[in-house]
T-cell receptor, first 109, second 112 residues
Framework: GQNIDQPTEMTATEGAIVQINCTYQ??????LFWYQQHAGEAPTFLSY??LDGLEEKGRFSSFLSRSKGYSYLLLKELQMKDSASYLC??????????WGAGTKLIIKP | IAGITQAPTSQILAAGRRMTLRCTQD?????MYWYRQDLGLGLRLIHY???????GKGEVPDGYSVSRANTDDFPLTLASAVPSQTSVYFC???????????FGQGTRLTVV
């Protein structure tokens, strides 16, 4: 079967750095996405990786290792507004998105 | 309209009733999707459409139907609602099936 694993919840301090991991087992691979979802709102796109390596976008970076079935989202200089759920999703061989359950990130002052 | 719009934003529905959730996008995206999101689970695909006039079944299609008569609209119908269909429903669209998806604001549906 297809599976996306991410930690259920993480806590970090304002101004710090946090890394959210995602491991996947899917039938084929056509890219990995990270989305942010604030409580009661829709998911919004953060990053996309299809090749191995690091993609940097401001305070957020995303890393991919296809051979390990592994990705992480790195958030730097954490702000209170970063408190949200972070969703990892993999596009499989049929170009369908398979979603993880999300990681709830709690930022403390 | 800017982006993707869903209606209603929330609804309480009696079991056995028929209900259509509406979704409209103005980005001229080819692909559209319906997901449900339940606590502790990832987004699960109900139905999708890669282009106007075509639809396909996702992971959890039972009890739901869709149509795609034109590019902009992708309604989701529950023929006879059951309590297990209580969920938050998200409509999404993407320019092509390989690009990122944009989401509507969601419909919170409670079946009692």
């Amino acid at each position: 079967g297809q599976n996306i694993d991410q930690p259920t919840e993480m806590t970090a301090t304002e101004g710090a750095i946090v890394q959210i991991n995602c491991t996947y087992q899917t039938s084929g691979f056509n890219g990995l996405f990270w989305y942010q979802q604030h409580a009661g709102e829709a998911p919004t796109f953060l990053s996309y990786n299809v090749l191995d390596g690091l993609e940097e976008k401001g305070r957020f970076s995303s890393f991919l290792s296809r051979s390990k079935g592994y990705s992480y989202l790195l958030l730097k200089e954490l702000q209170m507004k970063d408190s949200a759920s972070y969703l990892c999703a993999v596009r499989d061989s049929n170009y369908q998105l398979i979603w993880g359950a999300g990681t709830k990130l709690i930022i403390k002052p | 309209i800017a982006g993707i719009t869903q209606a209603p934003t929330s609804q309480i529905l009696a079991a056995g009733r028929r209900m259509t959730l509406r979704c409209t996008q103005d980005m001229r995206h080819n692909a559209m999707y319906w997901y449900r999101q339940d606590l502790g689970l990832g987004l699960r695909l109900i139905h999708y459409s890669n282009t106007a006039g075509t639809t396909g079944k996702g992971e959890v299609p039972d009890g739901y139907s869709v149509s795609r008569a034109n590019t902009d609209d992708f309604p989701l119908t529950l023929a006879s609602a059951v309590p297990s269909q209580t969920s938050v429903y998200f409509c999404a669209s993407s320019d092509r099936e390989e690009t990122e998806a944009f989401f509507g604001q969601g419909t919170r549906l409670t079946v009692v």
